[in-house]
RNA sequence: GGGCCCGUAGCUCAGCCAGGUAGAGCGGCGGGCUUUUAACCCGUAGGUCCCGGGUUCAAAUCCCGGCGGGCCCGCCA
């Protein structure tokens, strides 16, 4: 068979046959990385550097190569007449895709290139597939891309970049945290009982319990379990796990960041969330204006705080005409019917009134960032009661380009309150709504030893860095995305 | 869960409507070329046309079923 796997096979046979390792531990002397030869590059001076060959031009005597290290590319030459004998080494042993150590010295060609004068060479790991793209060509098949992103990555600096955001935004909004006096904790990620969430979880199994697990579907409980604890500013950013479906802004496991902190109210958590978007968005990008695609239109969304603040009521009156308020429990269930919208279980005003929201009030008018606020409290099993209003909660949502992007609340501290609320959820779930919060009889006796007030948030990383990049895809902010596998097939090159 | 679209060489795609020997560019391989950079020029190899069934003298093409993917809608407080 004469696959180019095979093709490659045979080169790296015929190198070992030369008593050359295809696969050395290490390069022949220490490298530098090519960025910082780029930044700071000593004309005349040798360099020793490394990376992936992505481009090679011959020219008969004369062979220009470039190579990418840590996602930055560097040009390199080697001339026939310089060293004959290196040169048809390269020519017969390096195929693109292969890792190279070369040592050289630096000059600018005729184009006022920098590029390495190659006076040695050392293949440091054979590459048996050539790149599927030539370097800075985006692959094209969405499949492709999602399945072996690591292609997308290699070949595409753009793609490449939508990452560096993503982990930077990450890194920042670590230091955001610790300077406000933040500690990052951990929580467990498998739970006996899981909460903090409306929604469906994992299940798995512990063997050495024999119990039925859950994956956690917030990091909520536990967190707060730190501030009964006594832990005043905690945060943590994990993944969630939630057995929903897969579309443009849904994964089934993707990255939240909480915080909760002693003494705080939704208020606070608010200029909390409005400071840190904007100094993250300055620190990330440079600026607090990004562009978000919405139809064919790139819309601009200012990120400078301070971010509207909008009821949830008004903004049913202002956006869709309609005074949920005081509307009758008929009236809103005509509403329900007009927008097919299908209650789970028994007719509760303060869910209908939620779904309603999300139904009637357009992503259009939620572009720029708002806090929406005050659910219903039937709505919120652990948010506080309105301290003026005990119809509703103490609880906000941040709309961002239309998407939810954080959640919060003054936090529900009263453990028999908190008691009532599970009960009603068990009720839900007894009438069949999968989604209700099961009772977590630990989380309740934590909150009667005595919790403070308590300001909590839930912030989506995932979709933040869909603002910061403007895409409507989350597919394109995770690395890895899940994708149905593919029966594997044991193919020529897999099987050696 | 419903709808629309896609699946052909390593990659991007044409061919399908109207059935008749499977194509192009890039990449690979061979050759040429000493300042190119998506290098260029000449030559050449490369296919389970996603899978299974059906119709037909004949199927990449038409029909049915399946698999995988994308988008839209529903669901996701």
Redesign the pocket.
Known sequence: M???VE??RE?RRRLEALGINPYPHSPKSRVVPVADVVKNPSIDGSVAIAGRVV????????I?F?IVDDGVRI?C?L????SRELFSFFD?FV??GDFLYVSGTL?Y?????L?V?VKDLQILAKAL??P???W??R??????R??KRYLDIMMSPQVRKIFEIRFRTIEEIRKFMWGRGYIEVETPILQPIYG?????PFKTYIWALDTEWYLRI?LELYLKRFIVAGFNKVFEIGKNF?N???????NPEFTMMESYEAYADYNDIMRLTEDLISTVAERVLGTKVVEYPVGNEKVRIDLSPPYRRLSIYDAFREYAGIDVESIPDDKLKEYLDR????L?GAYDRG?AI??L???VVGREHLLQPTFITD?PRS????AKPHRSRPDLAE?F?LYIAGM?LA?AYTELNDPDLQATYFREEELRRSLGDL?AHPFDWDFVEALEYGMPPTGGL?LGIDRLVMVFIGT??I?EVIPF?M?????F?EKEGLSG
């Open positions: 004469s696959s180019e093709l490659r080169v481009g090679v031009r011959r020219h008969g005597g004369l220009f470039d040009q030459s001339s026939r007449s310089e017969e195929d693109l000059y060609t005729k184009k006022g290139e590029t004068a597939r050539s599927p793209v030539k800075g060509h692959v094209l098949d969405p499949e492709v999602y399945r903090g969430a409306a929604a469906r917030s939630r929903e479906d897969i579309d443009v802004e849904h927008y097919s919208i299908r789970v869910r939620v779904k929201f999300d139904r659910f709505s919120s099993p652990l609880r949502e939810e959640n989604e839930g409507t895809s597919k995305p994708i149905k596998p593919r029966e097939e």
